[in-house]
Nanobody
Framework: QVQLVESGGGLVQAGGSLRLSCAASGSIFSINAMGWYRQPPGKQRELVAVITSGGSINYADSVKGRFTISRDNADNTVYLQMNSLKPEDTAVYYC??????????????WGQGTQVTVSS
């Protein structure tokens, strides 16, 4: 059984910062990419940032220069440092990870989501 547990969401004023964390636990052989997605109210889920096990990173254009993704491979944890937050960053943020529970198979797992609300 694999679980992704997120923390760090909350309410912040525009221009403020938040740091999200997501820890993977359970029967894990290895983890490939880890990333963050978000779903604004009334909209579809979208990619925010992703980081591979080798450290390659991609960001959505809307967060480049403001958000930083990082990971601790020893702790199976991924972080999202969010600075200069804007009201349009308001969304439920979800952690995602590509996890091998056995060497031959890769599955995508999702966290439960954490609410980020940015007030103007």
């Amino acid at each position: 059984q694999v679980q992704l547990v997120e923390s760090g969401g909350g309410l912040v004023q525009a221009g403020g910062s938040l740091r999200l964390s997501c820890a993977a636990s359970g029967s894990i052989f290895s983890i490939n990419a880890m990333g963050w997605y978000r779903q604004p109210p009334g909209k579809q889920r979208e990619l925010v940032a992703v980081i591979t096990s080798g450290g390659s990173i991609n960001y959505a254009d809307s967060v480049k220069g403001r958000f930083t993704i990082s990971r601790d491979n020893a702790d199976n944890t991924v972080y999202l440092q969010m600075n200069s937050l804007k009201p349009e960053d308001t969304a439920v943020y979800y952690c995602n990870a590509e996890i091998r529970v056995v060497p031959q198979s890769v599955f995508h797992y999702w966290g439960q989501g954490t609410q980020v609300t940015v007030s103007s």
